[in-house]
């Protein structure tokens, strides 16, 4: 496939059609750690940051801080260090990113003590993660990220654990109705210490069993599984507060066996970002996809009318012609060559 042509075409056609290609999301909120406003040291209390337990307000003093990036390839001169040198049981006193105004719940989700904004159904969660000793293991070294509330309420879960091959990179989801709850486990995979993006998206439905969660890595979709709705809604455990929560913000928490040895190492992760808006619909694949108002229903992208979103699938088709084409032509040109989880996984306890 010619590559360069594509994004120029594409681009071209778009601007031509007039559709807006990126989704309109309610808010963001998008960090690299960079001074200003960002400044070495703890980050709780910087630009809506919290971390109590860092400050030493908390259980424990843990050991997460801006700190320099070692010269990470992304990363900027600073960026958020954070390792299980010191654990605990506790959970509102972890860092948790700035939050978004606008939140993301089902229709019943509680709030708690949060503001909600103007409640929304999609979320998403980017950020580029590294170790700081690429070169070499670093023996119980374990941390968890989630969508949350800002208390601890998590939504969902990714962990990072150094292995002897790299980062091992897990998901939980919590499948089925039961008391206790059933949270599944599924690993995405072993990656070097170099730096890798995860990106988590996840859509809230009302309703149980329905939430859709989804994990990539490098742009990769690795997993497809659920939220934690159900351990709210059946979980005997949840009964203090029985009903599904809002996720505002992302919660980095080190909790499980410590590993002392980490202290002033661990993960580096920058380039954050989060997101909340609408559900992701589209785009159209047909033309019959944009008749009776259905070019009404897409948000990714938007029309402004039944023309726009016809012309969008034209062009598009057009697109996908020409780059089979241009695949067909290369393989035919090759052909010719040719011819010459450990740590913190329990739901309490992490």
């Known amino acids: 496939m010619n590559i360069k042509k594509f994004l120029i075409g594409g681009a071209a056609g778009v601007l031509m059609l007039g559709a807006t290609i990126a989704p309109a999301f309610a808010d963001s909120v998008s960090v690299n750690f960079e001074n200003p406003p960002y400044t070495l040291g703890t980050i709780n209390a910087q630009d809506g940051w919290s971390s109590l337990g860092a400050a030493g307000s908390g259980?424990?003093?843990?050991?997460?801080?801006?700190s320099a990036s070692l010269g990470t390839a992304g990363f900027g001169s600073q960026s958020l260090r954070i390792s299980n040198a010191v654990t605990s049981g506790?959970?509102?006193?972890?860092?948790?990113?700035?939050p978004l105004v606008d939140s993301v719940g089902e229709t019943g989700a509680t709030?708690?003590?949060?503001?909600?904004?103007?409640?929304?159904?999609?979320?998403?969660m980017q950020f580029d993660i590294a170790s700081t000793v690429p070169g070499a293991q670093q023996p119980g070294l374990f941390m968890s990220v989630s969508p949350d509330r800002g208390d601890g309420s998590r939504m969902s879960y990714v962990g990072f654990e150094d292995v002897a091959g790299g980062i091992d990179i897990i998901f939980y989801d919590v499948q089925g109705i039961g008391n206790p709850a059933n949270f599944v486990l599924t690993d995405l995979g072993t990656y070097a210490r170099t730096p890798h993006t995860v990106k988590l998206v996840m859509d809230v439905i009302d309703g149980p069993s329905n939430d859709v969660v989804k994990i990539?890595?490098?742009?990769?979709?690795?997993?497809?599984?659920?939220?934690?709705?159900?351990y709210y809604r059946f979980d005997s455990e949840a009964s203090a507060e029985q009903s599904v929560r809002i996720v505002k913000t992302a919660i980095f928490r080190t909790g499980g066996a410590a590993a002392p040895a980490t202290t002033g190492k661990?993960?580096?992760?920058?380039?954050?970002?989060?997101?909340?808006g609408p559900i992701l619909v589209g785009p159209p694949t047909n033309k019959n996809q944009c008749k009776k108002d259905g070019w009404k229903i897409f948000n990714n992208p938007s029309f402004k009318n039944q023309g726009q979103c016809v012309d969008y699938v034209e062009h598009h088709s057009k697109d996908e012609d020409h780059d089979n084409r241009d695949d067909h032509d290369n393989n035919n040109h090759e052909d010719n060559n040719n011819h010459g989880d450990k740590g913190d996984h329990g739901k309490s306890n992490d």
Not at 90 to 98: E, I, N, S
Not at 111 to 124: I, L, N, P, R, W
Not at 220 to 229: D, I, M, N, Q, R
Not at 266 to 272: A, E, K, R, Y
């Open 59 to 66: 259980c424990a003093v843990y050991d997460h801080a801006v």
């Open 216 to 230: 990539y890595v490098d742009g990769v979709l690795k997993h497809t599984g659920t939220s934690w709705e159900n």
């Open 90 to 98: 506790c959970f509102g006193d972890m860092t948790f990113a700035k």
């Open 111 to 124: 709030a708690g003590t949060f503001s909600v904004g103007t409640k929304q159904t999609h979320f998403e």
């Open 266 to 276: 661990g993960f580096l992760v920058d380039n954050l970002s989060l997101l909340s």
